[in-house]
């Protein structure tokens, strides 16, 4: 003979018996219909942090719902989703680091190329010509 398993989970019958029992006064229906429906927002605003995972909301709970388990699977979610923000905050700040390092390292360049007379080289009328003589007296030299 098959017989129904009396301790087998069951839908939730909103009956509060969970909330009722809860000694950090937590809402533990609500917790685990946020935690269901993957609703990051209402984990945290149904304070799951702050359960202690003490099990009394389970054993109080008719339907056999394993509420724990699930306030711990919410958490880890929570906390991988913190480390991968920390991580992207921690991206984005270094892209900007750069970008502003890049910016002062071009601006230091056109500051640099504006302030500082490039060299120039000036040379007179006489001096072409002397250097002509000088280039003929040479050649002339080197004759045989
Ligand atoms: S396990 Fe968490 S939600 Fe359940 S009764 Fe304890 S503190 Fe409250
Ligand atoms: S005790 Fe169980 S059935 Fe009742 S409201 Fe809480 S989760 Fe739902």
Do not use: Y
């Amino acid at each position: 003979m098959i017989t129904a398993d009396s301790n087998a989970q069951q839908p939730c019958i909103h009956c509060g018996e969970c909330a009722r029992v809860c000694p950090e006064a937590l809402d533990p229906e609500a917790l685990f219909f946020a935690a269901v429906k993957d609703d990051w927002t209402a984990l945290g605003t149904h304070h799951l942090g702050a359960c202690t995972e003490c099990n009394r909301c389970v054993e109080a709970c008719p339907s056999h719902i394993p509420l724990v388990a699930w306030f711990q699977w919410g958490k880890s979610k929570l906390r991988e989703r913190a480390k991968a923000d920390a991580a992207r905050t921690r991206f984005l700040a270094r892209n900007a680091r750069l970008a502003r390092e890049r910016a002062e390292r071009a601006a230091r360049r056109r500051d640099a190329a504006s302030t500082v007379p490039l060299p120039v080289q000036t040379i007179s009328h006489n001096e072409v010509l002397a250097a002509i003589a000088r280039g003929r007296a040479r050649r002339h030299t080197k004759r045989p």
